[in-house]
């Protein structure tokens, strides 16, 4: 059992910046693939990065590509989302997700359906 806490949420206006975390404990963090996800209000939760086991291998949604950059540190269990030039469209819950024990250490996963542990959401907010 992998538990997720978000934290780094927040307000800020149209071109800030802000760094999320996602602390991991109880599992076999260094061999989990690792996503962020987001869930603007009536919307689905909608794909936003992920990272390789490794770290080596990162994916972006097309809609943050050049402006947010995931990475982990194995050592502390803790994956981040540096999120800079936000946009008002930015703004949701963003949830961290665990696909746990994945074989190769260069997968990621950008299906929700296929990870298999939970955070419980840090809000971002940001104004025009």
């Known amino acids: 059992q992998v538990h997720l806490t978000e934290s780094g949420g927040g307000l800020v206006p149209a071109g800030g910046s802000l760094r999320l975390s996602c602390a991991a404990s109880g599992g076999t963090f260094s061999t989990s693939a690792m996503g962020w996800f987001r869930q603007a209000p009536g919307k689905e939760r909608d794909f936003v990065a992920a990272i390789s086991r490794s770290g080596d291998n990162k994916h972006y949604t097309d809609s943050v590509k050049g402006r947010f950059t995931i990475s982990r540190d194995n050592a502390k269990n803790t994956v981040y989302l540096q999120m800079n030039s936000l946009k008002p469209e930015d703004t949701g819950v963003y949830y961290c997700?665990?696909?746990?024990?994945?074989?190769?250490?260069?997968?990621?996963?950008?299906?929700?359906?296929?990870?298999?542990?939970w955070g419980q959401g840090t809000q971002v907010t940001v104004s025009s």
């Open positions: 997700a665990a696909a746990a024990n994945v074989y190769y250490a260069d997968y990621i996963e950008t299906n929700s359906r296929l990870y298999d542990y």
